[in-house]
């Protein structure tokens, strides 16, 4: 990547198990963290030692927009607008927003990855697939051929979107779940955790896997 704003230091926001991810991918890759925005106690994680750590979001404002890029470590939950919420603040202030591709993960070259977007160990992103701004595809989640992932998605671990699906933006797709091929998603919508999505979505619709009944003899 030639673009030298991708060499700057970071700001990581959020101190939790998405954001320990995320900080862990960059320190591989030889990043300079300079300050972790959290005001939880983090000194249980180890991969935050020797980071400076701060409490609030204001903190951010400490440091000089055009020499730092930030990265939202909040993880995103399912029709909650607290990450895009933080993330528009600081965009609006001038603040830029770094693209997390993990050295693990197989992004093919003739992909399109937005800025903001996080892409974790293991993930895969086929041809001609693209990463809407901000959003998340998370541990072994596969985004095949010709997919087109909306803006502030979360596509969670191990889920697989097949070839030529398109979501919305603020989808949830949930850990092991699958959409079948040629599907929309509609804004807000939410795939849960191991459902098998045969049809299209509408906008804030909800589908949940049919749930086992486990009956035990007294």
């Known amino acids: 990547m030639s673009n030298p704003a991708s060499k700057l230091p970071i700001v990581l926001i959020g101190g939790g198990g998405h954001a320990s991810v995320l900080a862990e991918i960059l320190l591989t890759q030889g990043r300079d963290i300079l300050a972790v925005i959290s005001p939880d106690d983090v000194s249980q994680r180890s991969v935050f030692k020797g980071i400076t750590i701060l409490e609030k979001d204001e903190d951010i404002l400490n440091f000089d927009k ?18 895009q919420k ?16 993990a050295d693990s993960a197989l992004v093919s070259r003739f992909s399109k990855i937005e800025t903001g977007a996080q892409i974790l160990p293991m993930a895969i992103i086929q041809t001609g697939a693209a990463v809407g701004r901000h959003s998340i595809v998370n541990t072994g989640a596969v985004v095949e051929h010709d997919c087109k992932i909306g803006a502030y998605n979360h596509i969670a671990p191990k889920a697989t979107l097949c070839g030529q699906v398109e979501t919305k933006n603020n989808v949830y797709v949930g850990a092991g779940s699958t959409v079948i091929q040629g599907l929309s998603i509609g804004c807000g919508a939410i795939v849960g955790a191991g459902a098998n999505l045969t049809q299209s979505l509408k906008e804030n619709s909800v589908v949940y896997p049919a749930r086992a009944v486990i009956k035990t003899n007294s």
Do not use: A, D, R, W
Not at 68 to 83: A, D, E, R, T, Y
């Open 86 to 101: 933080i993330n528009e603040c600081f965009l609006s202030l001038g603040y830029q927003f770094e693209t997390i591709i």
């Open 66 to 83: 055009e020499k730092v890029l930030l990265v939202n470590g909040i993880g995103m939950m399912p029709q909650s607008g607290f990450k």
